[in-house]
């Protein structure tokens, strides 16, 4: 594959302030070209943690669908999401249904769950205005930047997912499980590790304990690798934190996050963490047809807030057992 723009080292532009980019020209057929290079650009992935491939003019789903099949096979459908999508096809969702003036902070897409996607796919049918960039994170640099002491905790604990299924906020359980039935979830948390409890209202609620710290099953190196900032009622905008609070009480909240022996995170440490990301973060305003690609474990993923109309397409594949992830033993006897 000699001809592949990718053998050009200087095709591929590389700024410590954005992920890496790589300019295609006149590809033709999109999916045939991805195929045809996607050891190039895995290999890519791999070496820089993300890569943007600007040139596929990926403006319609059905050409997106095609190229991310083309570069990763099937795709996973989402299990345990915890806010809506519009799905495009089997695997191929809508971003996250989120305020446009609320940014979603980084995180690992889906790092509760036990099998977790190690490759996401992202496609920019339609850009925004103004700022929602999917910016990106190293976690390895994120976990060398933090204070030893509290990675050493979480990584000893792990960390603890609470979440609380209602009819108003965030994926119903037919969104989150795929079904609405009481005896196929409470099975699916059995299998899953998810500790659950119905409530008197019909309402459900779980917690699960994962990993925060986890080794990458390519590399082997050490990446933080979790959701403790991103579901935190702390990362919430103030006045939403309220509101949520007010309605549900500290302990309904359709999501939060704490240590995994089950104390409350500090407003502090969570500033922390997102501080700390948003040091290490590298953004590229999306082009309308923009692909780009995200090894899952090695790099967190963000989504600013922003202006305009922004249609951004989803796929997740690769899906990882992760050696080091160590789920609570007792959550799934429940």
């Known amino acids: 594959m000699s001809s592949s723009p990718l053998a050009a080292p200087l095709d591929v532009e590389l700024r410590p302030d954005r992920p890496a980019i790589l300019h295609v020209d006149s590809p033709g057929d999109a999916p045939?070209?991805?195929a045809q290079?996607?050891?190039?650009?895995?290999a890519q992935v791999t070496e820089h943690g993300a890569l943007v491939v600007r040139g596929l003019d990926l403006r319609e789903a059905s050409r997106?669908?095609?190229v991310f099949t083309g570069l990763a096979g099937r795709l996973m459908p989402e299990r345990e999401a915890f806010a809506p999508r519009e799905a495009y096809g089997p695997g191929l969702y809508s971003s996250t249904a989120w305020p446009a003036n609320q940014p979603m902070c980084m995180h690992h897409e889906l790092s509760y769950l036990l099998e977790v996607p190690g490759l996401m796919l992202f496609a920019c049918l339609t850009a925004p205005g103004a700022g929602g960039a999917t910016a990106v994170a190293d976690a390895e640099?994120?976990?060398?930047?933090?204070?030893?002491?509290?990675?050493?905790?979480?990584?000893?604990?792990?960390?603890?997912l609470t979440r609380t299924y209602n009819d108003e906020i965030g994926a119903s359980l037919k969104e989150s499980f795929g079904t609405d039935d009481r005896i196929e979830i409470e099975r699916y948390c059995r299998a899953h590790a998810i500790g659950f409890t119905w409530q008197p209202d019909?309402?459900?609620?779980?917690?699960q304990r994962?990993?925060?710290?986890?080794r990458h099953p390519l590399t082997g190196r050490r990446c933080w690798f979790?959701?403790?900032?991103?579901?935190?009622?702390?990362?919430?905008?103030?006045?939403?934190?309220?509101?949520?609070?007010d309605v549900y009480g500290e302990d309904g909240l359709p999501f939060n996050t704490r240590y995994g022996d089950g104390t409350p995170i500090g407003e502090d440490v969570v500033q922390l963490l997102n501080t700390t990301y948003e040091e290490h973060t590298r953004?590229?305003?999306?082009?309308?047809?923009?692909?780009?690609?995200?090894?899952?474990?090695?790099?967190?993923?963000s989504r600013e807030a922003f202006t305009g109309e922004r249609q951004v397409l989803v796929g997740m594949a690769e899906p990882r057992r992760l050696a080091d992830c160590c789920p609570t033993p007792e959550a799934s006897q429940r």
């Open 32 to 34: 045939s070209w991805a």
């Open 37 to 42: 290079h996607r050891e190039s650009l895995r």
């Open 64 to 66: 997106a669908g095609a």
């Open 141 to 160: 640099q994120v976990l060398e930047a933090l204070p030893t002491g509290l990675t050493e905790r979480f990584e000893r604990e792990g960390w603890l």
């Open 202 to 207: 019909g309402s459900l609620r779980t917690e």
């Open 210 to 214: 994962r990993s925060a710290v986890v």
């Open 226 to 245: 979790n959701q403790i900032a991103f579901l935190n009622e702390w990362t919430l905008a103030e006045e939403v934190r309220e509101y949520l609070v």
């Open 283 to 301: 953004r590229e305003p999306w082009q309308a047809g923009d692909l780009m690609l995200v090894d899952n474990i090695r790099t967190a993923h």
